[in-house]
């Protein structure tokens, strides 16, 4: 009964484990793809406005044909900008009039444009291309606080649940099995107390179960008798002892 209780006791954690686990993952994927969203959107609303406000202050000089000045404002803008690898502004016939570039080149980028005009006309184009690695470094690190958390959370609800468990029903199974191995105990000793009286009696005594089989036999009683306990001992009484009744006319 104990085994069978505490094989149900592991199994129910083994579920609650489990269920706990899924739903913690559907959790953790749903913030993180939340966070994602609204990181990479974030992201591209900066570039943008800050590509617009590059716009804004390389349009009059874009005007005045001041194309020195035009390439201080691309170069200091993507010097002081580590997402920035590469800004270009490009004239409406082609000329490109700046190309900034970075040393180290990047692996995951998003590219963005934005055309200045002036009264209608096209006046100029900037491109930018962003590196997203800082975005992703954010990212992971918020995915290890993810999982982090969930093992913390699981771990603190497992020991949760598992004193409930204790307090609710291992406890009260183990003291109610001690109780019995007491109960037991008690029978036991009070059986040997008995067969010890009965043995000690001066007169043959045995007992006999509801089908005439012995149960119990003392020493008197055997030589009396005349037999082994082996030889009595779940045998029918009436093999052994029966009895002749004479009548007389």
Not at 5 to 16: C, D, S
Not at 32 to 41: E, P, V
Not at 42 to 58: A, R
Not at 129 to 138: A, E, F, I, K, Q
Request: hydrophobic share 45%; glycine share 6%; proline share 1%.
């Amino acid at each position: 009964m104990k085994i069978d209780r505490k094989k149900q006791m592991r199994r129910f954690l083994l579920a609650y484990a489990l269920l706990l686990t899924l739903f913690l993952a559907i959790a953790d994927l749903l913030i993180y793809q939340q966070q994602q969203n609204s990181l990479y959107t974030e992201f591209k609303d900066t570039q943008k406005t800050e590509l617009h406000l590059m716009g804004l202050l390389t349009q009059e000089a874009m005007l005045q044909e001041d194309y020195a000045l035009i390439e201080w404002f691309v170069r200091q803008w993507g010097k002081k900008r580590e997402e920035v690898v590469t800004l270009r502004a490009v004239a409406p016939n082609g000329f490109v009039i700046v190309d900034y570039q970075r040393m180290d080149p990047a692996t995951e980028t998003i590219t963005f444009t934005h055309k200045v005009d002036h009264s209608g006309d096209l006046v100029m184009k900037l491109e930018l291309v962003s590196d997203t690695r800082g975005m992703n470094r954010l990212l992971n690190t918020l995915l290890l606080k993810l999982l982090g958390g969930s093992v913390v959370l699981m771990l603190l609800m497992a020991i949760a649940v598992w004193f409930v468990l204790q307090r609710l029903a291992i406890r009260p199974l183990e003291v109610e099995i001690g109780r019995r191995h007491q109960v037991e105990a008690k029978l036991r000793e009070l059986h040997q107390q008995n067969q010890l009286l009965l043995e000690s009696a001066g007169e043959g005594i045995f007992s006999l179960n509801q089908d005439g089989v012995c149960v119990f036999i003392n020493d008197l009683a055997l030589g009396l008798l005349g037999h082994k306990r082996e030889e009595i001992i779940g045998v029918m009484m009436h093999e052994i002892i029966h009895h002749t009744f004479f009548f007389c006319l």
